[in-house]
Every structure is written in structure tokens, then in C-alpha cells.
């Protein structure tokens, strides 16, 4: 049945968009926070960040919003292969004959032990 590997393909994108956005949303607040650590206060309007030089390490709203870009894309990626797999699950199971499946015959155990045994005299 084609429909089945449909449904599981649609059935397991949307629990992994689903993930991603319960994620995104859990860290809203977080990447809000960094957003207004890094503005200058409108109290001190001279007040800029320093120049970082190449020995320094990266500033933290820079290092957050990189782990978010690398999650999506990991979580990109992830939701893609899933669409890939469940097309060629649906093609192989559109492509496969169905002659080849046949009604396996009926056997009724109880006859053919009653048939095999003999009566007493």
C-alpha cells in the first residue's frame, strides 16, 4: 500500500517540524536577551562596544546566533532526508508488482488430520 509509507513520510515531518518549532520557541526568550545585551544603553550614548582582534574570542551573541543557524540547518537537513526517503519508500512500493503477491491457499489442519487418521475396528 502506497498510502501507508505517504502517511508515515507526512506523519514524521510534521512531528520533526513540529520539533523545531517548539525548540524555536523555547529560545526565543534567550535570543531576546542577547539581542538587548548587545545594543548600547540609550543612557550613555558614548558608550561602544570594543574592536575584538583576531586573538580574542568571538563575542557571545555571535557564538549563540551561530549555534542557532548550525541547529536549523542540522534540523534542515534532517527533515529533507526524511522527505527523500519517504518518496523512494513510495516509488518502491508503487513499483513493486502485484502479481507477485498471491492469496496463500487455505489449509484446513483439522481436515487433513481427520483424514489421516484411521478408524478403530
Known sequence: MPYRSILI????VTLALLA???WMRSIAPMLGEVNASTQ?????PGLSFPTTSS????RPDRQFKAL??????????IICVLFVIGFFTT???????????????YVDAWKLAGE???AEE
Open 55 to 58: 586573538k580574542e574570542a568571538e
Open 116 to 118: 489421516r487418521m484411521k
Open 9 to 12: 513520510t507526512l506523519v514524521t
Open 40 to 44: 548600547p544603553s540609550a543612557s550613555h
Open 20 to 22: 523545531a518549532a517548539m
Open 91 to 105: 516509488l518502491r512500493t508503487w513499483m513493486r508488482a502485484p502479481a507477485k503477491h498471491k492469496k496463500t491457499k
Open 68 to 77: 542557532i543557524k548550525a541547529t536549523m540547518w542540522a534540523t534542515f537537513l
